[in-house]
């Protein structure tokens, strides 16, 4: 009568030992990538910010200098906002996304320019939306205090977050620095043939005497 062969855990107690593994090594290498690249968007940010309020405040600055020196107001206007953008690009070019790919600086300052309109057209929008549309239905919305508050709050938060998104994507490319990539799970090998096949534990017959 043939023996059957006994199961056993081994090949039940691996399944699980590496089942494991590939299950925490995964999510361990993920949280550090995580982490640095949420910590390199909060200092492109930060840079961008801190770009942006330089840039007006020379906006500022020069265009009442130009307008209390007796210079027409749009060109006074038209002045100041290309050199603030100038100096935002420079800025965002030398500082903010110094680590990216620059190939052409005339065609990056090109297509700055062009998204800074968008981003300047916008703002308009939302002041527009606000005092022709909703004013033309609601009074208050036609008031000083509502004009700042979609034109200066919610326009400029709403352009400086195209602006910044536009810009990343758009005007300077791709990180010049390769992202490290997380490393791999390990492998397990595969258990031998051997171990796997089930061993016959029945007695070999015996052989035939011939007889004489």
């Known amino acids: 009568m043939p023996v059957r062969p006994v199961k056993t855990r081994s090949r039940k107690r ?5 089942a494991g593994t590939l299950g925490s090594v995964p ?3 993920l949280l550090p990538a995580l982490r640095a690249r949420f910590g390199a968007l909060v200092r492109e ?29 749009l060109l006074a206007k038209t002045i100041s906002t290309v050199l603030a953008t100038t100096v935002a690009f420079a800025g ?3 500082w903010t ?14 297509m700055f320019f062009l998204l800074n309109g968008v981003g300047l057209g916008i703002g308009l929008a939302c002041l527009a939306i606000s005092h022709y549309g909703l004013g033309s239905i ?9 004009d700042n508050i979609s034109g200066q709050l919610v326009g400029t938060a709403v352009g400086t ?45 015996p052989r035939a005497v011939p007889r004489m």
């Not at 691996?14 to 590496?18: A, H, N, Q, S």
């Not at 609601?138 to 509502?146: C, G, I, N, V």
């Open 45 to 73: 940010l930060s840079k961008f910010g801190t770009v942006g309020g330089v840039a007006f405040a020379i906006d500022f600055v020069i265009f009442n200098v130009l307008l209390h020196n007796g210079l027409e107001s």
């Open 161 to 205: 977050l195209f602006r910044f998104w536009s810009y990343r994507r758009f005007v300077f490319g791709d990180s010049g620095i390769p992202d490290q990539a997380p490393p791999a799970a390990p492998e397990t090998p595969a258990p031998p043939a051997d171990a796997t096949a089930p061993q016959s534990t029945e007695p070999p017959a």
């Open 97 to 110: 996304w110094r680590h990216r790919e620059h190939a052409n600086m005339a065609k990056q300052y090109s």
């Open 27 to 29: 999510a361990a290498a």
């Open 92 to 94: 965002n070019r030398f």
């Open 14 to 18: 691996r399944g699980v030992t590496v």
């Open 138 to 146: 609601w009074p208050e919305f036609q008031t000083p205090l509502a």
